[in-house]
C-alpha cells in the first residue's frame, strides 16, 4: 500500500516520499519482529490459569463479554438482513461524496509557523530613499506587537535584490508565551500595509512546502504573442478580478513599463546611402556611452586592457550623442545626427517567459478562510469569460502544484488499489476474498469525509497521509476477518457459520488495533505549536476516520463475505483434488 505513493512526483510528492519509505520500513521490521522474536518469546512465557474473579475480570472482563453478545447479535441481525446492510452503506457513500463536496479542499493547510513577511515593491525608479522611508511606515504597524510581547523582533532588507524591494522579517514569540496566531496579526495588519501610498505590502506567513510567491499570495501568469497584447490583458483582468473578487485583494501585474530608456534610432536606408556601416555607428555609440575594450596589452604574464572612452561620459547629455561623427567607407565624417535620432520611452525591468511563452505574472493576497480549490476555480472562470483570443492562463506556486498533486494523488490512489488487490488474491489464493477485502475501502474512505466534516478539517495533503494509513488499517482489520473465516471453511463449516465464527472470534484483535491506534492519534490531535496544523489534521482523519469505519469492518465485511464467498469452493477442496489428480497420475505410471 505504501511503496506506490513513494513514486509520487511534484513538490507535495515529497512528503508521501518520505512517508511512504519510513512507514513502509517500519512495517518491514515489525513483520519481522512479530514472526521471529514474539513466537520465541511467547514460548518461554508460563501459561497462566484463567481466573474467574478479580478486579479486571469484574471490570473490564465484563463489558468485554457483554460487548461481545451484543455484537454475535448483531451480526446475526445483519446477515439475516443483509440487504438493509447494503442499502445503509451505500447511502452512507452517498452521503460522504455529497459532503466532500462542502469541505474546503487545499494544499496545505492554514499554518503558524512563527514568523510573519511582509513583502512591498514601489514603483520602477523609486530609489532606496523612498523604499527606506516606506519600509519605516510598515515598522510602524508592528511596533505594537513588539511592545505587546506578540512580535520578538522586526528585521527589514531594503533594496537586497532590487532597490524597489522591501522585505520585513518578523519572528513571533513562543506561542505559549502569546495571546494572537499569526493569522489573527496578519488579518489586523494587512489592510494598513495595502494603504501605504507608492508601495503597498502584503503579509503572510510561510508554509511547509514553501510555495508561497514572492509576494506570498496566489499567482498566476498570462501568456500570449507580444507583450503589449498581454499587459493590455493583464490590466483589464486584473480589473475584472478587483471589481469581482474583491477578497483577493487589489492584484499587482509584475510587467510595468515605467523604467526609463533612450532609445538609438538608425535611418539604415540612409545610413547605406551615405557609406556608413552599422558597425561603425554600434562601436562609436559603446565607446561614447560605456568605453570599448579595444585591445590588450601584455606586461610579463599580466594582460591589460586598453579602453576606448569619452572623458566626459558620465556628464554627457543624451542628446549629445547625436553630435559625435562617424567615418564612412570613403573617408568622410558624417555626423550622427543625420542618420539617427533619440528617443525616450518606457520599458519594463524585466521580461518574463512561461513555458517558453511570453508572459506577465498577477498576484494577488491568499485569504486564510477561502480554500484554495475555490479561489482557483474562480479565477479559472473569470478567465474563461473575460481573456481574449490567444492569452493563455498559468497557475503559478502553490495553485499549480496544487492541481498537479490533485491529479497525481488520485493516479497513486488508483494503483495502490490495483497492486493491494493483486498482492491479496494471491495472499490468499483467492480472488473472491480479496475483493471482499477491497470493496470496504471505499467505505473507510467515506468514514474519512464524515471526520473530516464534523472537525471542520480541510482535505488537504496531510489529511491525504492521514486516509493512506487509514486504508492500510482498515484492509488489515478486513484481512484478520476474512482470513480466519475461510481456515474455517477449510475445516468444513458453512460460509454462514464460517463468517458469525469469525467475528466472534476475530472482534478481540480488531478492536485491539482500533482502540491502540485511536489512542496513538490522540498526541496528533491534542498537539500545540509549530507544524499543529499538519498533525491534526492526520490525526483526526485516523483518530475520527477509524472510529467510524470500524462499522463497515465488523458489519459491512461479513455480509460481502457471506454474498460473494458462496461463488467460490473453500481451498481445502482444492487441494484434496489436487491430491487425488497426483495420486491418480502415480497409479498410471
Same mark, same amino acid.
Given at each position: 500500500?505504501?511503496?506506490?505513493?513513494?513514486?509520487?512526483?511534484?513538490?507535495?510528492?515529497?512528503?508521501?516520499?518520505?512517508?511512504?519509505?519510513?512507514?513502509?520500513?517500519?512495517?518491514?521490521?515489525?513483520?519481522?519482529?512479530?514472526?521471529?522474536?514474539?513466537?520465541?518469546?511467547?514460548?518461554?512465557?508460563?501459561?497462566?490459569?484463567?481466573?474467574?474473579?478479580?478486579?479486571?475480570?469484574?471490570?473490564?472482563?465484563?463489558?468485554?463479554?457483554?460487548?461481545?453478545?451484543?455484537?454475535?447479535?448483531?451480526?446475526?441481525?445483519?446477515?439475516?438482513?443483509?440487504?438493509?446492510?447494503?442499502?445503509?452503506?451505500?447511502?452512507?457513500?452517498?452521503?460522504?461524496?455529497?459532503?466532500?463536496?462542502?469541505?474546503?479542499?487545499?494544499?496545505?493547510?492554514?499554518?503558524?509557523?512563527?514568523?510573519?513577511?511582509?513583502?512591498?515593491?514601489?514603483?520602477?525608479?523609486?530609489?532606496?530613499?523612498?523604499?527606506?522611508?516606506?519600509?519605516?511606515?510598515?515598522?510602524?504597524?508592528?511596533?505594537?506587537?513588539?511592545?505587546?510581547?506578540?512580535?520578538?523582533?522586526?528585521?527589514?532588507?531594503?533594496?537586497?535584490?532590487?532597490?524597489?524591494?522591501?522585505?520585513?522579517?518578523?519572528?513571533?514569540?513562543?506561542?505559549?508565551?502569546?495571546?494572537?496566531?499569526?493569522?489573527?496579526?496578519?488579518?489586523?495588519?494587512?489592510?494598513?500595509?495595502?494603504?501605504?501610498?507608492?508601495?503597498?505590502?502584503?503579509?503572510?506567513?510561510?508554509?511547509?512546502?514553501?510555495?508561497?510567491?514572492?509576494?506570498?499570495?496566489?499567482?498566476?501568469?498570462?501568456?500570449?504573442?507580444?507583450?503589449?497584447?498581454?499587459?493590455?490583458?493583464?490590466?483589464?483582468?486584473?480589473?475584472?478580478?478587483?471589481?469581482?473578487?474583491?477578497?483577493?485583494?487589489?492584484?499587482?501585474?509584475?510587467?510595468?513599463?515605467?523604467?526609463?530608456?533612450?532609445?538609438?534610432?538608425?535611418?539604415?536606408?540612409?545610413?547605406?546611402?551615405?557609406?556608413?556601416?552599422?558597425?561603425?555607428?554600434?562601436?562609436?555609440?559603446?565607446?561614447?556611452?560605456?568605453?570599448?575594450?579595444?585591445?590588450?596589452?601584455?606586461?610579463?604574464?599580466?594582460?591589460?586592457?586598453?579602453?576606448?572612452?569619452?572623458?566626459?561620459?558620465?556628464?554627457?547629455?543624451?542628446?549629445?550623442?547625436?553630435?559625435?561623427?562617424?567615418?564612412?567607407?570613403?573617408?568622410?565624417?558624417?555626423?550622427?545626427?543625420?542618420?539617427?535620432?533619440?528617443?525616450?520611452?518606457?520599458?519594463?525591468?524585466?521580461?518574463?517567459?512561461?513555458?517558453?511563452?511570453?508572459?506577465?505574472?498577477?498576484?494577488?493576497?491568499?485569504?486564510?478562510?477561502?480554500?484554495?480549490?475555490?479561489?482557483?476555480?474562480?479565477?479559472?472562470?473569470?478567465? %474563461?469569460?473575460? +481573456?481574449?483570443?490567444? /492569452? $493563455? &492562463?498559468?497557475?503559478?506556486?502553490?495553485?499549480?502544484?496544487? #492541481?498537479?498533486?490533485? @491529479?497525481?494523488?488520485?493516479?497513486?490512489?488508483?494503483?495502490?488499489?490495483?497492486?493491494?488487490?493483486?498482492?491479496?488474491?494471491?495472499?490468499?489464493?483467492?480472488?473472491?476474498?480479496?475483493?471482499?477485502?477491497?470493496?470496504?475501502?471505499?467505505?473507510?474512505?467515506?468514514?474519512?469525509?464524515?471526520?473530516?466534516?464534523?472537525?471542520?478539517?480541510?482535505?488537504?495533503?496531510?489529511? %491525504?497521509?492521514? +486516509?493512506?494509513?487509514? /486504508? $492500510? &488499517?482498515?484492509?488489515?482489520?478486513?484481512?484478520?476477518?476474512? #482470513?480466519?473465516?475461510? @481456515?474455517?471453511?477449510?475445516?468444513?463449516?458453512?460460509?454462514?457459520?464460517?463468517?458469525?465464527?469469525?467475528?466472534?472470534?476475530?472482534?478481540?484483535?480488531?478492536?485491539?488495533?482500533?482502540?491502540?491506534?485511536?489512542?496513538?492519534?490522540?498526541?496528533?490531535?491534542?498537539?500545540?505549536?509549530?507544524?499543529?496544523?499538519?498533525?491534526?489534521?492526520?490525526?483526526?482523519?485516523?483518530?475520527?476516520?477509524?472510529?467510524?469505519?470500524?462499522?463497515?469492518?465488523?458489519?459491512?465485511?461479513?455480509?460481502?463475505?457471506?454474498?460473494?464467498?458462496?461463488?467460490?469452493?473453500?481451498?481445502?477442496?482444492?487441494?484434496?483434488?489436487?491430491?487425488?489428480?497426483?495420486?491418480?497420475?502415480?497409479?498410471?505410471?
Amino acid at each position: 500500500m505504501f511503496i506506490p505513493i513513494a513514486f509520487l512526483p511534484s513538490t507535495a510528492g515529497r512528503l508521501f516520499r518520505e512517508f511512504g519509505g519510513v512507514l513502509a520500513g517500519a512495517v518491514i521490521i515489525s513483520s519481522f519482529v512479530a514472526l521471529s522474536l514474539v513466537p520465541a518469546l511467547t514460548a518461554r512465557l508460563a501459561v497462566k490459569k484463567q481466573k474467574q474473579s478479580g478486579f479486571f475480570h469484574a471490570t473490564f472482563g465484563r463489558f468485554g463479554h457483554a460487548c461481545l453478545r451484543v455484537y454475535q447479535y448483531t451480526l446475526v441481525k445483519a446477515l439475516k438482513y443483509a440487504w438493509f446492510v447494503g442499502v445503509l452503506s451505500l447511502l452512507a457513500g452517498g452521503g460522504a461524496y455529497l459532503l466532500a463536496k462542502n469541505i474546503d479542499n487545499e494544499l496545505l493547510p492554514s499554518e503558524d509557523r512563527g514568523t510573519i513577511r511582509i513583502f512591498a515593491r514601489g514603483p520602477d525608479g523609486a530609489g532606496l530613499n523612498f523604499m527606506d522611508r516606506q519600509a519605516e511606515k510598515m515598522e510602524e504597524m508592528l511596533l505594537p506587537y513588539v511592545e505587546n510581547g506578540t512580535i520578538d523582533s522586526i528585521y527589514t532588507v531594503v533594496g537586497r535584490w532590487d532597490p524597489n524591494i522591501v522585505f520585513i522579517t518578523a519572528p513571533l514569540q513562543h506561542w505559549d508565551d502569546r495571546d494572537k496566531s499569526l493569522q489573527d496579526v496578519v488579518s489586523e495588519i494587512r489592510p494598513g500595509l495595502q494603504n501605504i501610498p507608492g508601495a503597498p505590502g502584503n503579509a503572510f506567513g510561510g508554509n511547509s512546502l514553501n510555495l508561497r510567491g514572492q509576494g506570498g499570495g496566489l499567482e498566476i501568469a498570462l501568456t500570449g504573442d507580444t507583450y503589449d497584447n498581454i499587459h493590455k490583458a493583464a490590466m483589464a483582468f486584473a480589473a475584472t478580478l478587483e471589481s469581482e473578487l474583491p477578497e483577493l485583494g487589489r492584484p499587482r501585474v509584475s510587467y510595468d513599463p515605467t523604467q526609463p530608456q533612450m532609445r538609438v534610432n538608425i535611418d539604415r536606408r540612409r545610413a547605406e546611402e551615405l557609406g556608413v556601416p552599422l558597425s561603425d555607428i554600434a562601436s562609436t555609440l559603446t565607446a561614447a556611452v560605456n568605453g570599448d575594450d579595444i585591445a590588450d596589452l601584455n606586461v610579463g604574464d599580466q594582460a591589460i586592457p586598453i579602453m576606448l572612452q569619452t572623458n566626459n561620459r558620465s556628464t554627457v547629455n543624451p542628446s549629445d550623442l547625436t553630435n559625435l561623427y562617424v567615418k564612412s567607407n570613403d573617408g568622410n565624417l558624417i555626423p550622427l545626427s543625420s542618420l539617427a535620432y533619440i528617443t525616450e520611452e518606457g520599458v519594463a525591468a524585466e521580461l518574463e517567459r512561461q513555458a517558453q511563452r511570453r508572459a506577465i505574472k498577477v498576484e494577488m493576497e491568499l485569504p486564510e478562510d477561502i480554500p484554495l480549490s475555490e479561489v482557483v476555480e474562480n479565477v479559472r472562470t473569470l478567465a %474563461q469569460q473575460n +481573456l481574449p483570443d490567444g /492569452i $493563455g &492562463l498559468v497557475f503559478l506556486g502553490e495553485a499549480q502544484t496544487y #492541481e498537479e498533486t490533485s @491529479q497525481q494523488v488520485a493516479l497513486t490512489y488508483v494503483l495502490a488499489f490495483v497492486i493491494v488487490l493483486l498482492v491479496l488474491a494471491a495472499q490468499f489464493e483467492s480472488v473472491n476474498s480479496a475483493v471482499v477485502v477491497m470493496l470496504t475501502v471505499p467505505f473507510g474512505i467515506a468514514a474519512a469525509i464524515y471526520a473530516l466534516y464534523l472537525t471542520s478539517t480541510s482535505i488537504n495533503i496531510y489529511s %491525504q497521509i492521514g +486516509l493512506v494509513m487509514l /486504508i $492500510g &488499517l482498515l484492509a488489515k482489520n478486513a484481512i484478520l476477518l476474512i #482470513e480466519f473465516a475461510d @481456515q474455517l471453511r477449510d475445516k468444513g463449516l458453512s460460509v454462514y457459520d464460517a463468517i458469525v465464527e469469525a467475528g466472534k472470534v476475530r472482534l478481540r484483535p480488531i478492536m485491539m488495533t482500533l482502540v491502540s491506534t485511536i489512542l496513538g492519534g490522540l498526541p496528533l490531535i491534542l498537539s500545540t505549536g509549530a507544524g499543529a496544523e499538519a498533525r491534526n489534521a492526520i490525526g483526526w482523519v485516523v483518530f475520527g476516520g477509524l472510529g467510524i469505519a470500524v462499522v463497515f469492518t465488523l458489519y459491512l465485511t461479513p455480509v460481502l463475505y457471506l454474498a460473494l464467498a458462496r461463488f467460490t469452493k473453500p481451498r481445502a477442496d482444492e487441494t484434496d483434488r489436487l491430491e487425488r489428480e497426483m495420486e491418480a497420475a502415480g497409479e498410471h505410471v
